[in-house]
């Protein structure tokens, strides 16, 4: 499972990386959202890989081992609402610089 | 600090916060009222900060627990003289450009004054809390509402450099959540006085991903607070903004340099164990190369807000350095300096507008801009503006300018000079456990980068400024608000106040950096901080 998870977690940072350098406005922001992705699940990932193990407190009895580790979730959830409202702001930036400059170039003109 | 008075650790936060989302609910249209309430709102914060700096001199921290949960598991906002003395100086800054922008600025855009209460809120969180996650979401509250300054005014320039400006910095937040998870995954707290207890007891596999988290935490820091090669954003962001926007980002800079002078003693400490003095080489010279930098920009620089832009770099980069070194007595002449910069560069983004406004054809969109909106400043400008003769709104400039330029370049009388002098005096004379021979060679490079600043500075403002008042020679006398002027000449006079109570202005800088440098009264005051009993809190 580590594996498979630290595959897709490369993958999707080396993708949203590259998609950050890339000219085009459009290309930035999917970039933007695919690093986000990648970041969310690695913060999920520091709380150590489980399953079946619910975060939050079903009863008093049984140990805390028996559960899962809940502040990494409660990050990501964060993580993940912040990062939607900037990536939301960044569409708008996005279309009113494409209003102004009449291109999607990051830099406002083609070079 | 007991009773209610324990409560106002947390007003610099809920007060604008309430104050924003108050000033969300009234629609364009009532320009007067929202300036009011903004207004209101941000002297009371003033008022509160200066509260707060005298609790935080005589107390000792004060530490707000959130939901009354103790230490390491809650949220607490910790008080000392570092984050008080933080606070004091965004409640200036944000006093003054907001009354600068009551002139024209606040109505070229909509939701100017919910921002600027939002903007106020993340700054003062970023300096309170003591939770390293808390203090991302208080950094993305900040930046969020910078995102929708910068774009204030509107106009190609600003959209083009604010697209720059979120991407760069949605980036950075990337980094910081990459650090923060990682010293999570290693130590199993978020917040900082438990670190500070758990860091010396790691040792391996376990220092070393410690180290790489925080490093890539520091990364975030260091893109905000435009440390070479990280600060290339600065550039074209802080000339866009809108001057009053300009001045209160002075303040935005400052916050990574908070938490890196606040974070670096703290975790990485000479109680650190294995992990002792981690990254202070590369912030001192990352630090030296910035001024390097900012040197070389000053003098390449022909317009006034680049070279304003580049001064923060500059500063950025002393404080830095003075970081990397953490020596007490490098450290308060840092902090002195901080305050003193802080202010100056303020004012100068204000100033240069003003200045500006009589030659530039920018200034012309603005009011075309203005008008657009349906805002009609002009008329009301000439009815105001009657007593200002001519030639006393240039001399007034003028004695202005040269006042900025004493500052930034570092000469008596100003508090620009007390400040250098004090950084120079420390550096000639190092007390710290550091004090060996190969640590000269390195001060030696500061003093000369710092006298190098100045001299640059001092060449480049003087060419500006012969030609902004002297070389016209049917100079256009700009029209000018006493309101605007105001701000500028407060921050300036109180550049001086700094310079002429420099005995306990400097004795509560050495103390600060004291405790900053020994952080073990921090860490035991936040982990024993007490809980309010069940009967007190349901009285309450």
């Known amino acids: 499972m580590a594996l498979l998870l630290a595959t897709c977690i490369g993958i999707l940072a080396g993708s949203g990386v590259w998609l950050l350098l890339r000219p085009r406005t459009f290309q930035v922001v999917i970039g933007l959202s695919l690093c986000a992705l990648a970041v969310n699940l690695f913060i999920f990932s520091m709380g150590r890989l489980r399953s079946g193990a619910p975060p939050v407190l079903a009863s008093t009895s049984g140990t805390l081992a028996d559960y899962a580790d809940p502040v990494p979730q409660a990050l990501v959830l964060t993580a993940i609402v912040i990062g939607f409202a900037t990536t939301a702001l960044l569409l708008v930036v996005l279309l009113a610089a494409r209003g102004l400059t009449g291109t999607d170039h990051v830099d406002g003109q083609e070079r | ?540």
């Open chain 2, 1 to 540: 600090m007991a009773g209610w008075a324990h409560h106002l650790i947390i007003a610099p936060v809920v007060l604008p916060l309430v104050a924003g989302a108050l000033l969300a609910v009234y629609d364009e249209r009532r320009q007067f009222l929202k300036g009011l309430i903004n207004l209101l709102s941000t002297l009371a914060n003033l008022a509160i900060a200066i509260l707060l700096l005298q609790a935080a001199d005589t107390n000792a921290p004060g530490v707000y627990l959130l939901g009354n949960w103790p230490a390491p598991f809650g949220i607490v906002l910790v008080l000392d003289r570092l984050s008080a003395m933080m606070i004091l100086l965004t409640a200036v800054l944000a006093t003054a450009s907001l009354i600068f922008s009551m002139a024209r600025w606040h109505t070229v855009g909509h939701h100017f004054h919910t921002l600027f209460q939002f903007l106020v809120m993340g700054v003062n969180g970023a300096f309170l809390t003591g939770d390293l996650f808390n203090l991302f979401v208080f950094f993305e509250v900040m930046l969020a509402s910078s995102y929708g300054l910068l774009l204030h005014g509107s106009g190609p320039r600003r959209v083009q450099a604010s697209l720059h400006y979120v991407v760069v910095n949605l980036t950075a937040a990337f980094f910081f959540l990459i650090g923060v998870a990682l010293i999570y995954g290693v130590t199993g707290t978020l917040n900082m006085a438990d670190l500070a207890t758990r860091i010396p007891t790691l040792t391996g596999e376990s220092r070393i991903l410690l180290e790489v988290g925080a490093g890539i935490l520091a990364t975030a820091f260091l893109v905000k607070a435009a440390m070479w090669p990280l600060g290339f954003w600065l550039l074209s962001a802080y000339p866009a903004a809108v001057p009053p926007v300009a001045a209160i980002f002075a303040i935005l800079s400052k916050v990574g340099l908070y938490v890196l002078l606040r974070g670096r003693p703290l975790l990485f400490g000479s109680d650190a164990g294995e992990a002792a003095g981690y990254g202070a080489t590369l912030l001192f010279a990352g630090g030296l190369a910035t001024i390097a930098f900012g040197i070389l920009g000053v003098l390449a620089s022909q317009a006034m807000a680049r070279i304003a832009s580049f001064s923060l770099m500059i500063s950025s980069g002393t404080v830095l350095a003075a970081i990397g070194l953490s020596d007490a007595q490098v450290t308060s002449g840092a902090l002195f300096y901080l305050a003193s910069s802080t202010l100056t560069i303020s004012a100068f983004f204000l100033l240069i507008e003003l200045i500006e406004r009589g030659q530039n054809p920018g200034a012309d969109l603005i009011a075309v801009t203005a008008e657009a909106i349906g805002a009609e400043p002009d008329e009301e400008d000439a009815a105001t503006e009657g007593g200002m003769g001519a030639p006393g709104t240039l001399a007034l400039l003028g004695a202005c300018f040269v006042a900025c330029a004493l500052l930034l370049v570092g000469l008596p009388p100003l508090s620009g000079f007390v400040a250098k002098l004090a950084l120079i005096a420390a550096l000639f004379a190092p007390a710290g456990e550091g004090a060996t021979a190969g640590l000269a060679a390195a001060n030696w490079a500061f003093i000369v980068l710092l006298l190098l600043a100045g001299v640059a500075t001092l060449m480049t403002l003087s060419r500006v400024g012969i030609r902004a008042f002297w070389a016209p020679v049917d100079a256009v006398v700009p029209r000018i608000l006493a309101v605007e002027v105001a701000p500028v000449a407060g921050l300036l006079l109180l550049t001086l106040v700094l310079a002429v109570k420099g005995g306990p202005v400097m004795q509560y800088m050495d103390e600060t950096a004291r405790s900053v440098l020994a952080p073990s009264s921090y860490v035991e005051d936040v982990l024993s901080a007490p809980r309010v009993p069940p009967a007190r809190a349901g009285a309450q």
